[in-house]
T-cell receptor, first 110, second 115 residues
């Protein structure tokens, strides 16, 4: 079945440093979605990418969808303590559901 | 508008007892999902309801787990004869039938502790 992998699993950064998490799917995706889960909270939808090679920005967050629509990345510029949390990517599978990656847990040292 | 709600927010039970967890999806959302999340781990899919179709139960870990969705709205996840390894946060999510395809809106979760 479809697999969605994320690396790294954990990342510690100093506040102000950049951060990137990578998402790879075993199958071509119609779209890729990103969610953020704050510590003690629940996943919250951030963004959806649909087009091959698409790049979207939300303030300091830059999301990319690969040309082959099998991979994606989330880059955060100049991290802040408010960026702490786990970032999940997810892609639709044949069963009309989302397959979630394992998540990347970001920790920011002030 | 109101988001996905879940109750109770916390549940402590003794091993061997049955528990029921409730999810109220966003009004009008046809799809409803249950996930389990152990501490520091990812999202483990449990079950999926879409409209009036038969649910996808492929993620249920054992026959002690079951779920219902009444009237296409509220859902109840039941765990019978709870075990300590059932301790986790149980998350419910709902999804509209249109708009951003398959985007899921999560509830705050129920933290289950089995003593």
């Amino acid at each position: 079945g479809q697999q969605v992998m994320q690396i790294p699993q954990y990342q510690h950064v100093q506040e102000g440093e950049d951060f990137t998490t990578y998402c790879n799917s075993s199958t071509t995706l119609s779209n890729i979605q990103w969610y953020k889960q704050r510590p003690g909270g629940h996943p919250v939808f951030l963004i959806q990418l649909v087009k091959s090679g698409e790049v979207k920005k939300q303030k300091r967050l830059t999301f990319q969808f690969g040309e082959a629509k099998k991979n994606s990345s989330l880059h955060i510029t100049a991290t802040q303590t408010t960026d702490v949390g786990t970032y999940f990517c997810a892609g639709p599978n044949a069963g009309n559901m989302l397959t979630f990656g394992g998540g990347t847990r970001l920790m920011v040292k002030p | 508008g109101a988001g996905v709600s879940q109750s109770p927010s916390n549940k402590v039970t003794e091993k061997g007892k049955d528990v029921e967890l409730r999810c109220d999806p966003i009004s009008g959302h046809t799809a409803l999902y249950w996930y389990r999340q152990s501490l520091g781990q990812g999202l483990e899919f449990l079950i999926y309801f879409q409209g009036n179709s038969a649910p996808d139960k492929s993620g249920l870990p054992s026959d002690r787990f079951s779920a219902e969705r009444t009237g296409g709205s509220v859902s109840t996840l039941t765990i019978q004869r709870t075990q300590q390894e059932d301790s986790a946060v149980y998350l419910c999510a709902s999804s509209p039938n249109s708009g951003l395809a398959y985007t899921q809106y999560f509830g705050p979760g129920t933290r289950l502790t089995v003593l």
